[in-house]
């Protein structure tokens, strides 16, 4: 008779590889130095078995929803009013992102815990496959969507992934769970090279009138001349009109979102503003992609202009002579008709030749609107803005670009957290000193909304450069080269330069449209309220997600993620939030915000600087044991049947659910009495290896099973 035991780990260290393909817990082999020899006509039976079991839980439909918070943490026992603590969401630039556990799959699932970690992984990261939504789309389900979306917290496969592992301790057994948010605090030169300029340029999306360049596939090849070209140029990207057309051209980018710490992105405007009278209009500057038409106001009908679903064309003219009886002063008047788009912030040169700074925000009572511009006085538009309050020469008066052509050619679009800064340089010229001159900085002592830029809300996450241009000048087409007005992108900093795309036509929802879409209108009112949000906010103290890479500060006042899982009345809304007992944390509040749980985060030093930061379950998650397991012996020729499959099969015992005492954890099995399996070996048998398997009814294997798993088989010949 003979004793033989068999682990995957035989010093229980729980440091062998357990990924290996024979270390797995649940499907081994041992291999012997020495020949073992069993005798002939032997039996054998399982003696003991010792497993780390995860258990499982039962996720029903619509109770697996949590929801993540970037942004400033909420203080609900600061004093109302105090702008160094937000004590309410209606104090912040940011809302909850949504998130539900295998949202693709209906029913009762039956899940592990890895199980779970890995679904939260797949939501943090930015993944959309556009077949999978369609077919939500044709059950008549919401698309489901993926990914935090703020471009620090980008990553892409090779680099440093956000996402959750299982706790385990000492035993292997489950502890909850680990999350770690890994953001990036850095800014990388997209344009560093003529192949990116390349790859930059086949990803361009026309972002004014939808069916005049065709968006086939990314970087394909259109069947139809168009009115401009996007080309490489050098280590830059050309923007080229080839026609004179009365449309307005204008393009973005399929690429991701500018940094914003540290973000610029530069645009040479030396052959626009060099002509005098035959200068174009033109615009640069960043904007939120959207890939969905927009719509008339009061027709509901849809236009060929891709714009965000809250923005209407006959209220994004701005203010400019002849429409309404306009409160603007006549020197902020400006024919801005020809500029049929959707942007964020830009510069622009109308046929007035006054530089002009533009951004797109909701309006106030302190600023009429004209017949034709839509309904709501807070409806979102393009304003002008006054640079001229700062009392920056030359820019403390309007300035005539076309006069002063010499003096500037270059603007720089500079992101700092939730700030946006534009700054001319250029060569000098007329009285002007050369290099960097500030246009205009986000500053809370200006008045809102007409002398101040707005600040980067959650919707505005996502900018991308922009250029348009409107040739369609009396003076410009008497020139008779169009291709001479032409507009480069010659640098982009981004967080990650390798970072795959977020943005994409047609089918492919942008970054914002995801936002939109991610649980009924409800999504909509609250992103749409985002734009509103911050000219009713007390400004002169705001927290900008300012951070220190160097000492590491993404703490209180920087971009802590904020997990709520189960209803807020600080967080909102969060209605839906369920996850509080399955992630591990059943003691907590609601808002899980503070240190701890989350841990003090980690910088490493770059390239590339990221920080991780980290968050571990407060209690173990309740799981339960569904399912039997069986002990299976792979290589030898004993013969069981499996009536439960309807095959022969090489199982050796059952295991029950649980031990006496625990369902899940570390188990014991020893049964009382020994069952026997034939061997089925008239001759003596000599091995150097045994390969086991712990299995389902079905003989899948049993994954669930983590750690070391120790098993003792007996093998003595068979009694006559």
Not at 197 to 213: E, I, V, Y
Not at 491 to 512: E, K
Not at 648 to 665: A, C, K, V, W
Not at 708 to 718: E, M
């Amino acid at each position: 008779m003979s004793l033989v035991i068999l682990s995957n780990d035989a010093s229980e260290s729980l440091l062998i590889p357990q990924r290996d393909s024979i270390f797995k817990p649940y499907s081994f082999r041992n291999s012997m130095t020495s020949t073992l020899e069993i005798p002939a006509n032997a039996e054998l039976a399982l003696q003991s078995c010792k497993i780390t079991l995860d258990g499982s839980v039962g996720l029903e439909s619509g109770r697996r929803i949590f929801y993540i918070n970037l942004g400033e943490t909420i203080t609900e026992d600061s004093s109302p009013g105090l702008v160094a603590d937000r004590d309410s969401q209606q104090e912040t630039l940011s809302t909850p992102l949504r998130m539900e556990l295998f949202g693709n799959r209906g029913g009762v699932l039956d899940v592990s815990q890895e199980q779970i970690a890995e679904e939260i992984s797949r939501l943090l990261h930015p993944r959309f496959v556009a077949a999978d939504q369609n077919a939500l789309r044709a059950a008549g389900r919401l698309p489901q969507y993926g990914g935090l979306f703020h471009p620090n917290y980008v990553s892409f496969d090779g680099q440093e992934l956000s996402g959750a592992l299982v706790k385990r301790g000492a035993g292997g057994e489950s502890e909850g769970y680990t999350l770690n948010f890994k953001m990036r605090s850095q800014a990388e030169n997209f344009l560093t090279s003529p192949a990116n300029a390349t790859q930059l340029a086949g990803q361009a999306l026309d972002m004014c009138n939808k069916h005049m360049r065709l968006q086939i596939p990314l970087g394909g090849t259109a069947t139809l001349a168009q009115p401009y070209a996007v080309a490489q140029a050098v280590n830059s990207v050309q923007f080229t009109p080839n026609a004179y057309r009365a449309e307005t051209f204008g393009t973005t980018f399929n690429i991701g979102g500018i940094s914003l710490f540290g973000g610029r992105a530069d645009f040479d405007l030396t052959n626009v503003v060099g002509g005098g009278a035959a200068s174009p209009r033109f615009c640069v500057g960043l904007s939120r992609v959207s890939t969905t038409p927009g719509t008339n106001a009061g027709t509901g009908v849809a236009t060929n202009i891709l714009q965000p679903r809250d923005f209407h064309p006959s209220a994004g003219k701005g203010w400019q002579a002849g429409v309404g009886a306009s409160t603007q002063p006549a020197a902020l008047q400006s024919d801005m008709r020809w500029c049929k788009s959707y942007f964020d912030f830009g510069i622009m040169l109308c046929a007035d030749n006054t530089l002009r700074v533009v951004h797109t925000a909701a309006g106030d009572d302190t600023i009429a609107i004209g017949a034709g511009c839509g309904d709501e006085q807070d409806q979102p538009k393009m304003i002008i803005v006054d640079y001229t309050q700062a009392g920056r020469a030359p820019f403390n008066a309007h300035y005539d670009l076309r006069a002063n052509a010499a003096n500037f050619n270059n603007v720089r679009f500079e992101t700092t957290g939730a700030r946006v800064k534009i700054i001319m340089s250029g060569p000098g010229g007329g009285g002007t000193p050369a290099g960097d001159h500030t246009l205009i900085e986000f500053d809370a002592a200006y008045r809102a909304i007409l002398d101040n830029l707005k600040p980067i809300d959650q919707c505005c996450w996502n900018l991308q450069p922009f250029m348009m241009i409107n040739n369609d000048l009396p003076a410009v087409r008497a020139v008779g080269n169009p291709a001479g007005n032409a507009l480069f992108l010659s640098r982009y900093d981004v967080a990650v330069a390798g970072a795959a795309p977020f943005q994409g036509p047609d089918t492919q929802p942008s970054y914002y449209t995801m936002c939109m879409e991610r649980n009924t209108a409800q999504s909509m009112a609250v992103y749409r309220d985002l734009s509103r949000r911050w000219k009713n906010m007390p400004l002169g103290n705001l927290p900008y997600y300012t951070t220190d890479a160097v000492a590491g500060n993404f703490g209180a006042n920087g971009l802590r993620p904020s997990l709520i899982v189960a209803p807020s009345t600080t967080y909102t809304p969060t209605f839906d939030a369920n996850t509080r007992e399955l992630l591990g944390f059943a003691n907590m509040t609601a808002e899980i915000d503070r240190i701890p749980p989350w841990v003090a985060d980690v910088l490493a030093a770059g390239p590339p600087s990221i920080t991780t930061q980290t968050l571990n379950s407060t209690v173990r998650p309740i799981t339960v044991s569904t399912k039997s397991i069986f002990v299976r012996l792979d290589n030898f020729n004993q013969t069981t049947m499996n009536y439960g499959n309807g095959n022969p099969s090489r199982i050796i015992s059952h295991l029950p659910r649980f031990d006496g005492q625990n369902e899940t954890g570390r188990l014991f099995f020893e049964p009382s009495t020994l069952v026997y399996v034939d061997l089925h070996n008239p001759n003596p048998l000599k091995i150097n290896q045994l390969d086991l398997s712990l299995v389902y009814g079905d003989e899948s294997l049993c994954t669930a099973l983590v750690g070391t798993t120790v098993i003792v088989l007996h093998i003595r010949p068979k009694k006559d």
